[in-house]
């Protein structure tokens, strides 16, 4: 097996941003990279992570690895989310809005590899306030570990599903 082949994952897997960083030693500068990665198995269950290393291939392996390591499982409504959310995270904040069925992902990048990774066909959402990759993503896991199901909200009050959707 070569180096740099992978065997096939039952996982799909995301680039989210690549960044080329530099330090600069005696010698000159020394480039390294970091690969901002989000997996999902399409079904509810996604996680993010960021992986560093000297060359590309590497660090989205490394990335790979370390978004496996925090998954969560979403709750959804069919191909959308139950209700309208607000994520936050450090500066990055994402609104998430459920949509009809058929409108598709109306998102920006990172929030739109988070969203296919889950499996969410239809929702809007729009990245308020920081637009950097990493907070934006983590912002996004945020709001969606936040969601509720009517069922969820049932046991908490105490009711019946059907006297919470009305």
């Known amino acids: 097996m070569a180096r740099f082949e992978r065997e096939q994952s039952e996982y799909i897997e995301k680039v989210v941003y690549l960044n080329r960083v530099s330090k600069t030693v005696k010698g000159g500068r020394v480039m390294k990279f970091s690969a901002l990665m989000v997996v999902g198995d399409g079904k509810g269950k996604v996680g993010y992570g960021l992986g560093k290393a000297a060359e590309v291939p590497e660090a989205i392996r490394k990335g790979i690895e370390d978004a496996k390591k925090n998954m969560v499982i979403i709750n959804t409504s069919g191909t959308t989310i139950p209700h309208e959310v607000i994520g936050e995270f450090s500066a990055g904040r994402v609104m998430m809005k459920p949509a009809a069925p058929g409108t598709g992902i109306i998102a920006g990048g990172p929030v739109r590899a988070v969203m296919e990774a889950a499996g969410i ?10 637009n950097n990759p990493a907070n934006v993503v983590a912002a996004t896991f945020a709001g969606l570990k936040s969601l509720r199901g009517p069922e969820m909200v049932a046991k908490i009050r105490g009711k019946s599903v059907e006297e919470i959707l009305g």
Do not use: E, P
């Open 121 to 130: 066909k239809d929702i809007r959402a729009k990245c308020l306030r920081s």
